[in-house]
């Protein structure tokens, strides 16, 4: 088969292929057990796990309940190949695919990038694993589709379709741990017709310091936040026009202490972590296997980390830094795809 593929990169986040119609959530995990697994990250459109050249690993919704991961990088240890590194606690989950981590692994939501840096890491800590419908990795270098910085690889989050079921639903959760004292409540509600499609989720948790295996605490592990999410999507004929928000507020988190920190008589946390995210897509389906995909966001990510060092016996603080990082991003994407003769197919993308 013939594919030729052209891309511009004019935006710093890049698309991927349109969502095709969902089944429902009990054909999904049919599927999955059964390896039909579609993805659309390595290819940048919609093709099965099996059909894909690169190294490629997925977290489906079914894995994601069962595993009860509290963030996406934590659910990524699931996948062979890929290291989940816990550099101290649940917001400090950062994936390692081929050995490399940082900025030089791309993070997506939908095909968009989650904008980042060194100090504020792709953790993707504030999205509700209970929306995911899954998670796709590719392992080794993905720069000619993602930028030069996806020496690593990709992890791309992709969510559920709003029109995946009709009618009106509902879901409550709730967590509890005995180790830390953990304590999670969340819920949602959504809403789909034939043409509009509403919905609305929120989760709260919290927890104190936890203890190793030795039954020793660990001191600076406490962590707690609040999330909200909602969206609206409209369908027109073969048009899709959907809106979506994110919002997070997480106060007062702790690095949970390490060797090094315990050396240094440190301790690092973080009173203010905020995320505001705002995305508009558009996307087409034809009667003939074309396909046409747009999207703009616009995200806002502030975080203020403080790092105290006490005396040995940490009774009295010695010194402090404080570091604040407020990262604004904003890009769109747009691609389009095109069959050509039998199955040779065109596709074209900034």
Do not use: C
């Not at 310091?209 to 001191?219: H, K, W």
């Amino acid at each position: 088969m013939l594919k030729l593929t052209l891309w511009m990169l004019l935006a710093p986040g890049l698309a991927l292929g349109a969502e095709d119609p969902e089944p429902s959530q009990e054909e999904r995990d049919e599927g999955d057990e059964e390896g039909d697994v579609v993805v659309v990250t390595a290819t940048r459109d919609s093709r099965s796990a099996l059909d894909v050249a690169p190294a490629t690993g997925v977290v489906d919704a079914r894995q994601l309940r069962e595993g009860l991961a509290r963030s996406v990088s934590e659910a990524l240890a699931e996948v062979p190949g890929v290291e989940a590194r816990n550099e101290g606690g649940v917001y400090y989950w950062n994936p390692v695919l081929r050995g490399l981590s940082g900025r030089r692994v791309v993070m997506l939501l939908e095909g968009e990038r989650i904008p980042g840096n060194k100090p504020m890491g792709i953790t993707g800590f504030w999205l509700d694993t209970l929306a995911v419908r899954q998670i796709e990795v590719v392992r080794g270098p993905s720069s000619v589709l993602y930028g030069t910085d996806a020496l690593g690889g990709v992890v791309n989050v992709r969510l559920r379709d709003p029109f995946e079921e009709r009618g009106l639903h509902s879901r409550l959760s709730a967590r509890a741990g005995s180790n830390n004292g953990e304590a999670s409540l969340g819920g949602g509600v959504r809403w789909a017709s034939e043409r509009l499609a509403l919905s609305l989720s929120g989760r709260v948790r919290e927890a104190e310091d936890y203890r190793d295996g030795d039954g020793e605490v660990v001191l600076n592990s406490y962590y707690g936040d609040h999330n909200l999410a909602g969206s609206a999507a409209l369908r027109l004929g073969h048009h899709v026009l959907t809106l979506r928000h994110h919002a997070v507020d997480v106060q007062d988190v702790g690095k949970a202490r390490t060797a090094e920190d315990a050396a240094l008589h440190r301790l690092v946390h973080l009173p203010e972590d905020r995320v505001g995210r705002w995305s508009a897509s558009w996307a087409w389906q034809g009667s003939r296997g074309q396909e046409a995909h747009a999207s703009l966001y616009r995200q806002r990510s502030f975080r203020q980390n403080i790092a105290d060092i006490h005396t040995s016996d940490m009774s009295a603080l010695v010194t402090r830094t404080e570091k604040e990082a407020d990262i604004h991003g904003l890009g769109g994407t747009g691609w389009a795809l095109l069959p050509l003769h039998r199955r040779d197919e065109l596709t074209v993308g900034l």
